[in-house]
């Protein structure tokens, strides 16, 4: 389907259909090799809506194409208290595989920046594994760089609760 008749929009949760499609897409990231090669589990699948609904930073857009669900940026709202302002992290920027190579990675980031820039937001953040060549290209054609502290690179690093 071209790319004409894309739709990108804010999700809404309450919505069936969005709260499905928002399943759906993270779902099929996490089962790529880039997100990890596994389905979430069913109690993932169950606690993902309502979790999101609770959490009051988030900040979802999806993709359309007609009826079909097919790109989704999960969002949310940090803080740089080096600037003193708002940012806005995406955390999972999705696109089915059979449709990529459509711009749609691309109008999602520029709805996130719009929305940023509404937000009075100073920057957008993201995480990407080194070897994910496609994304890596997408996030430096959109505009992002390499993280640095100075003149440092610096890592994502995390610790189970």
């Known amino acids: 389907m071209p790319n004409s008749s894309l739709l990108i929009r804010e999700a809404r949760l309450d919505d069936p259909r969005d709260a499905e499609s928002v399943v759906k897409l993270v779902d099929s990231y996490a089962s790529d090799i880039i997100g990890g090669g596994k389905s979430l589990t069913p109690e993932a699948r169950e606690r993902l809506i309502p979790a999101l609904i609770a959490h009051p930073s988030k900040l979802i857009f999806l993709a359309y194409q007609g009826e079909e669900s097919v790109g989704l940026a999960l969002c949310f709202i940090g803080f740089s208290s080096f600037q003193a302002k708002p940012l806005i992290n995406i955390h999972d920027l ?39 060549e496609p994304g890596l290209a997408l996030y430096k054609k959109a505009g992002f760089n390499r993280s640095m502290l100075g003149n440092y690179p610096y890592w994502m690093m995390d610790k189970s609760l």
Request: with cysteine; aromatic share 0%; net charge positive.
């Open 94 to 132: 999705a696109v089915l595989p059979n449709h990529r190579g459509q711009g749609i990675g691309h109008r999602l980031i520029d709805a996130v920046a719009v929305r940023g820039r509404e937000l009075g937001c100073c920057k957008m953040t993201l995480e990407v594994r080194p070897d994910n």
